[in-house]
């Protein structure tokens, strides 16, 4: 049994179903611990750590942000903050005020892109932006694992997109309706928990997470 220290539901959700298909039990416990500032590592370090020592238990935490190229990687450490104040429509704005900065000389362009996307589909326009790197965003996911006397030990998982130009879909939470998947032609908040557990920045992190704690146990079963 593995005790999950969160107050994201969500994130529970995301993680029974994963945690399911490996026959692991999950409990989950809102321990309410203070983050330290600094980078996922750090906070996901210090999380379980402290947690492992107060329940004398072996727990996960997780510390996840969204990471966008164009922004120099804000919000990063931030997201939590970003996303209780200015939200998705303030990195949307954030976003257009870019796209103006970097159009302003090229006024002449815009008429070749015009003529470019005279037969093409709202959804297409979103694939052929000019330059899709330049909303390129990545999801990070660091989850921290500890248990009594033994250092803690850290998993990264990240999966890559671009920031769309509106929100879309309801489901999912946070970023979720602005995180856009080229692959899918979809937003995380137009799939299912199911179809974003099949490649998400979680998934990808209690992927290797549950790889090590599976062949760590058989260890000490073979051991004891
Ligand atoms: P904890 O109690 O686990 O810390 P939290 O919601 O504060 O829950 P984090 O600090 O790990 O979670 O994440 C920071 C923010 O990043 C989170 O509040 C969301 O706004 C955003 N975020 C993280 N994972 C996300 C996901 O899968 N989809 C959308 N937004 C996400």
């Given at each position: 049994?593995?005790?999950?220290?969160t107050g994201?539901?969500?994130?529970?959700?995301?993680?029974?179903?994963?945690?399911q298909?490996?026959?692991?039990?999950?409990?989950?416990?809102?321990?309410?611990?203070?983050?330290?500032?600094?980078?996922?590592?750090?906070?996901?370090?210090?999380?379980?750590?402290?947690?492992?020592?107060?329940?004398?238990?072996?727990?996960i935490?997780?510390?996840?942000?969204?990471?966008?190229?164009?922004?120099?990687?804000?919000?990063?450490t931030?997201?939590?903050?970003?996303?209780?104040?200015?939200?998705?429509?303030?990195?949307?704005?954030?976003?257009?005020?870019?796209?103006?900065?970097?159009?302003?000389?090229?006024?002449?362009?815009?008429?070749?892109?015009?003529?470019?996307?005279?037969?093409?589909?709202?959804?297409?326009?979103?694939?052929?932006?000019?330059?899709?790197?330049?909303?390129?965003?990545?999801?990070?996911?660091?989850?921290?694992?500890?248990?009594?006397?033994?250092?803690?030990?850290i998993?990264?998982?990240?999966?890559?997109?671009?920031?769309?130009?509106?929100?879309?879909?309801?489901?999912?939470?946070?970023?979720?309706?602005?995180?856009?998947?080229?692959?899918?032609?979809?937003?995380?908040?137009?799939?299912?928990?199911?179809?974003?557990?099949?490649?998400?920045?979680?998934?990808?992190?209690?992927?290797?997470?549950?790889?090590?704690?599976?062949?760590?146990?058989?260890?000490?079963?073979?051991?004891?």
């Open positions: 049994m593995i005790t999950f220290i994201n539901k969500h994130k529970v959700k995301e993680a029974e179903e994963i945690f298909k490996f026959n692991i039990e999950l409990e989950h416990m809102d321990l309410g611990y203070i983050e330290p500032q600094g980078t996922l590592e750090d906070v996901a370090k210090a999380g379980a750590k402290y947690a492992a020592e107060k329940l004398n238990k072996p727990v935490v997780e510390d996840a942000g969204l990471f966008i190229k164009a922004l120099n990687w804000f919000p990063g931030y997201s939590s903050f970003v996303q209780d104040t200015i939200g998705n429509k303030g990195i949307l704005n954030l976003m257009n005020d870019i796209d103006d900065a970097s159009n302003c000389d090229t006024s002449n362009n815009s008429i070749d892109i015009d003529n470019s996307t005279d037969n093409l589909t709202d959804d297409s326009i979103d694939d052929s932006i000019d330059n899709p790197k330049d909303r390129y965003a990545e999801f990070r996911s660091v989850i921290g694992y500890c248990a009594p006397n033994i250092e803690p030990k998993f990264l998982g990240k999966v890559q997109g671009q920031i769309a130009f509106e929100e879309k879909g309801n489901k999912g939470f946070a970023f979720d309706p602005i995180f856009y998947v080229p692959e899918k032609n979809k937003t995380f908040g137009e799939l299912s928990t199911s179809e974003k557990n099949q490649f998400s920045h979680r998934k990808n992190s209690l992927d290797l997470f549950i790889n090590w704690y599976i062949s760590n146990n058989n260890e000490n079963n073979n051991e004891s």
